[in-house]
């Protein structure tokens, strides 16, 4: 039985907002220099760099396809190229892999050339992550969509980028993810001054891009996942270069919160920063421990290692 004209024409407004809050993109900035790798980032983008076996940039697509995303926008610039080549098809490995009987190999290539629709679009000028979300305007138009920052990878039991949706769906303005850090770390982060309306979920009444431990608000950090509406694109082509002469997301984030309320949730989940070496080494140990064919003679090794020392 069709819908009559006259419901239809009641409920459409409705509809449309449901659509409207139905996400289907993605966009992922990876331009960076990524100068605290060098020398390894020269030549090699950090995106690129392996955790374990597989590349950082693919946990993060794998996220936002876990979340229902298969649109996925990738913010690029020189040297990127490897990135670009890793998630399209090669064809010649594909029928070398084939003529070896090689199938389980086979099939992981096949997977990660086809699990989603990956675009591109260059950063003219590295001038801050803020300018590199502005690219994305075009491709997103007048639609909500998820960012996650390609240096981060974040496990939870629901995909947090799933759980920003999820909000976002509830409340149809932009989310940003949190999570608890230090209160010595916080210089690192931009931190959340917040109203708590529910558990885990806040209401954000400022971002303060990194405050010294003694001014800090909360120990709330950006997590480097958010859910932004297209209103952020007006707030970006406004707001002046901030720290570092850059055009900085919390910025417009701040300017945003003037005129849309800003919802702030504390995930369900575990961050690990491959933005540094340091933490890049952490997040190798804890995968590898975990691996199905290496985490058990890997966890050997260490023991080993612990006892006798890496010199004896």
Do not use: C
């Not at 996650?148 to 999820?166: A, H």
């Not at 709330?220 to 970006?236: E, K, N, Q, V």
């Not at 901030?242 to 919160?257: H, P, V």
């Not at 590898?288 to 090794?301: D, P, V």
């Amino acid at each position: 039985m069709g819908l009559s004209v006259e419901f239809a024409q009641q409920f459409s407004p409705y509809i449309a907002i449901m659509i409207h809050r139905n996400i289907r993109k993605a966009v992922i900035p990876v331009a960076g220099y990524g100068t605290r790798f060098l020398p390894a980032s020269k030549a090699q983008p950090k995106e690129m760099f392996l955790v374990v076996d597989k590349p950082t940039i693919q946990y993060v697509v794998e996220e936002a396809v876990a979340a229902g995303i298969q649109d996925i926008l990738m913010i690029i610039s020189k040297g990127k190229r490897a990135i670009e080549e890793h998630f399209d098809p090669n064809r010649e490995l594909e029928a070398e892999l084939e003529h070896a009987g090689r199938t389980l190999e086979l099939e992981e290539i096949r997977r990660i050339s086809s699990m989603a629709n990956i675009h591109y679009v260059w950063q003219r000028e590295l001038n801050g992550l803020g300018d590199a979300v502005s690219y994305a305007k075009h491709h997103v138009g007048d639609e909500a969509f998820a960012l996650l920052l390609g240096d981060t990878i974040v496990e939870s039991n629901t995909p947090v980028t799933r759980q920003l949706i999820d909000i976002h769906q509830r409340y149809g303005e932009s989310v940003v993810a949190f999570e608890q850090v230090a209160l010595d770390k916080v210089s690192r982060y931009g931190i959340m001054k917040g109203r708590l309306i529910e558990d885990g979920l806040y209401h954000i009444e400022d971002l303060v891009e990194k405050p010294a431990p003694e001014s800090a608000p909360s120990n709330l950090a950006i997590a480097g996942r958010y859910l932004l509406t297209p209103d952020i694109f007006p707030s970006l082509e406004n707001i002046p270069q901030g720290k570092n002469n850059e055009i900085q997301l919390t910025d417009a984030l701040r300017m945003l919160l003037q005129q849309k309320p800003i919802y702030g949730l504390h995930f369900e989940g575990d961050r690990y920063d491959i933005g540094n070496k340091l933490d890049f080494l952490k997040t190798n140990v804890i995968f590898g421990l975990r691996h199905a064919e290496l985490g058990a003679e890997f966890r050997q090794f260490l023991r080993l290692l612990s006892d006798t020392g890496p010199d004896e």
